[in-house]
């Protein structure tokens, strides 16, 4: 096939929604001048719908900005309210929570795994094509994500935007009963997802290896996910607030995404392969044997291997959800009382339904940190004496890794740029996929264009 | 006794007019509760990523989703489309792979028939959208179009419940049924802007 020095192709993310574009490389004289993803809408509706609203509705509004993973969003946002009125969970909150965020773990990775990455390395244009030469493989994938939707159901209310979650706690603690139910699909998706590791670690995986700067969370010895320090493999240490601080968004005048830089200068990766690169001695036995057994190299630095991490990561929510469930005791109270901000005792608002802050003379602030699925996940909130928000600033995954995955669209263009335009478009859609951005719930990659430069 | 349809609302309430399925499905459950629907519905739970259908679909026969469309049309504009007839998919669905993210509805239904779920009878209610961008409630045009689009829904789910493959349709008057559309509403309504 012959095609011209000069052109550009791309992707169309198709939204259902406005906001939404795609990714576009441009190909000059033969190199490559232009790479741009557009693929992510900062959710700055639901920063400004939050000034003036009470602290307590926070969790609720932000799990509504995600349809796939609602829970980070409750759990940054009840870490940040948290850490801005001095309240501290009980330990029995703090595991609920944990539990809960392993189900949507489980379910949004076995997603991604199953029905949107395993395609890429079959050729096949989806999950339905794979399913038609292997339907009990996407039975196993549908069957660890129902898992995964069960716990989120059980603990947080409901599987689609959970409503149990509040700062604090739950609005109601699951009967032990309930809580042993999840026992049993969870020692089947155990099985199911070391099954998972076995298959995807026999993928033919193309030699890449990113120059990245990984960030994530670690979390005194145990694999992060509901909190703990930000850490990065350039010596970052530091605090959530810290954090919140080196962080620098700036616009960018073609999209209207938001581009995350550590200090205003770095760019860095989160998600899966920054987590198992920080954290993998920190993995339960069964997943760092399976790691082991998958040759997963620490760090890994293949992008197209996260696919072989978020599969160990399904064997770590699994083992660690079952552990949650064997040793469970419902939190009483189900959320902790509000402390007195003046000094005057703790809990001396029992039932938590007065804030702290209602009190309080000073605008408190606070940030909160959590590994949701695809990386760390920052809320930040300034709450007036009165207990209404004054300020929010909620930044997500996909901001922070979108330079980062404009870097990976760049390799894979130059390395492929002998091969046809229709060849490339494919291992590029792939190259982003790798990172699973989110796209603001529900957009599509339905269209491609191929324009030649004119 | 007739069988249940299953009937899901789809769509993002925190996205104006992307709510409106959700409403409409919850109106029809209403008037299914004050006796005005002609079959025995299921109110599916709040659908955000369509590939949840598929809980909610099992051991369902027929099924009715009602979502929010952009096809350019007047908003509150009410269609219809087959999305399944006796198992099979029709020639309306895309083809494309899904989204790098998530699924759309024909995706989740083409898994699901894949894997040997799904209901053989699928069908959609589409209400026109003007305004997808993000904030709550939605416009003037489309919420007056909800009672009409729970009052469609129910009726479809009535024939999606007895249907037979030959069946000639009678929606009433002021209902299109555009049972073979140039365009499938799911996909017409996010491409208008890239077209």
């Not at chain 1, 996940?377 to 300034?382: D, F, P, R, V």
Request: proline share 7%; with cysteine; glycine share 10%.
């Amino acid at each position: 096939m012959t095609h011209s020095r000069d052109y550009a192709f791309g992707v169309d993310a198709l939204a259902r929604v406005e906001g939404e574009g795609g990714f576009r490389v441009v190909v000059r004289d033969g190199a490559v001048s232009e790479v741009a993803l557009d693929i992510f809408e900062p959710p700055r509706f639901f920063e400004a719908l939050l000034v003036g609203r009470s602290y307590r509705e926070a969790p609720d509004i932000t799990a509504r900005i995600c349809g796939i993973c609602p829970v980070a969003y409750q759990m940054s946002s009840c870490a940040a309210m948290e850490s801005a009125l001095d309240i501290v969970p009980s330990r029995q909150v703090v595991d609920l929570r944990r539990l809960l965020y392993c189900g949507e773990w489980l379910q949004s990775h076995a997603l991604h795994v199953y029905l949107l990455h395993a395609p890429d390395f079959f050729g096949y244009e989806d999950a339905v094509q794979l399913a038609a030469h292997d339907k009990p493989v996407v039975e196993r994938g549908l069957a660890l994500k129902k898992t995964g939707n069960k716990i989120m159901g059980t603990v947080g209310g409901r599987a689609v935007h959970p409503v149990n979650v509040r700062v604090g706690g739950f609005y109601k603690a699951p009967s032990p009963f309930e809580i042993s139910a999840l026992a049993e699909p969870l020692r089947r998706a155990l099985d199911a997802s070391l099954a998972t590791v076995e298959w995807v670690a026999g993928f033919d995986f193309p030699d890449v290896t990113g120059d990245y700067l990984f960030v994530a969370l670690r979390d005194e010895g145990r694999y992060p996910i509901e909190g703990g320090r930000v850490v990065s493999s350039g010596g970052l240490d530091c605090t959530p607030a810290e954090f919140a601080d080196a962080v620098v968004e700036e616009h960018v005048a073609r999209s209207t995404a938001l581009h995350a830089r550590l200090f205003g200068q770095k760019p860095y990766l989160t998600g899966p392969l920054a987590r198992y690169a920080l954290n993998a001695g920190a993995l339960t036995p069964l997943a760092a044997e399976a790691a082991r057994r998958a040759q997963l190299e620490v760090p890994c630095r293949n992008p197209f291997r996260s696919i072989v991490v978020r599969a160990v990561e399904m064997v770590f929510a699994c083992e660690e959800a079952l552990r949650l469930v064997e040793s469970y005791e419902p939190p009483e109270p189900p959320a902790a009382d509000m402390p007195d901000p003046e000094g005057n005792g703790a809990g001396a608002t029992p039932g938590a339904e007065r804030a702290g802050a209602e009190r309080a003379g000073a605008e408190r602030a606070g940030a909160g940190v959590t590994e949701a699925p695809r990386g760390v996940l920052l809320h930040e909130y300034n709450v007036g004496p009165d207990g209404l928000i004054r300020h929010a600033r909620i930044v997500p995954p996909t901001s922070q890794n979108q330079l980062t995955i404009e870097a990976d669209l760049r390799r894979v263009a130059e390395a492929g740029l002998e091969l046809p335009p229709e060849e490339l478009t494919k291992r590029a859609e792939v190259a982003v996929r790798n990172h699973d951005p989110c796209i603001s719930c529900a957009a599509h990659f339905l269209d491609l264009t191929l324009e030649r430069a004119p | 006794m007739p069988p249940l349809v299953v009937v899901a609302g789809i769509g993002n309430p925190m996205r104006h007019d992307d709510g409106a399925g959700l409403l409409v499905a919850e109106r029809a459950a209403e008037l299914e509760v004050q006796g005005q629907a002609p079959v025995a519905i299921a109110l599916a739970p709040p659908v955000g990523d369509p590939l949840d259908l598929l809980w909610s679909w099992d051991g369902a026969e027929a099924a009715v989703i009602a979502d929010a469309t952009r096809s350019g049309s007047a908003p509150g504009t009410l269609s219809f489309a087959w999305i399944a007839r006796d198992g099979e998919c029709q020639a309306v669905l895309s083809t494309k792979a899904p989204t790098s993210h998530g699924f759309g509805v024909a995706g989740a239904y083409r898994v699901a028939r894949a894997v040997g779920r799904g209901p053989r009878q699928l069908a959609v209610v589409g209400i026109e959208g003007l305004d997808f961008s993000q904030g709550e409630g939605l416009t003037a045009p489309v919420a007056a179009a909800v009672p009409a689009a729970a009052r469609l829904l129910l009726h479809v789910a009535g024939r999606v419940a007895n249907h037979t493959s030959t069946e000639r349709w009678h929606l009433g008057q002021g209902f299109h049924d555009v049972r073979a559309p140039r365009t499938d509403p799911m996909e017409a309504r996010g491409r208008k802007k890239y077209r």
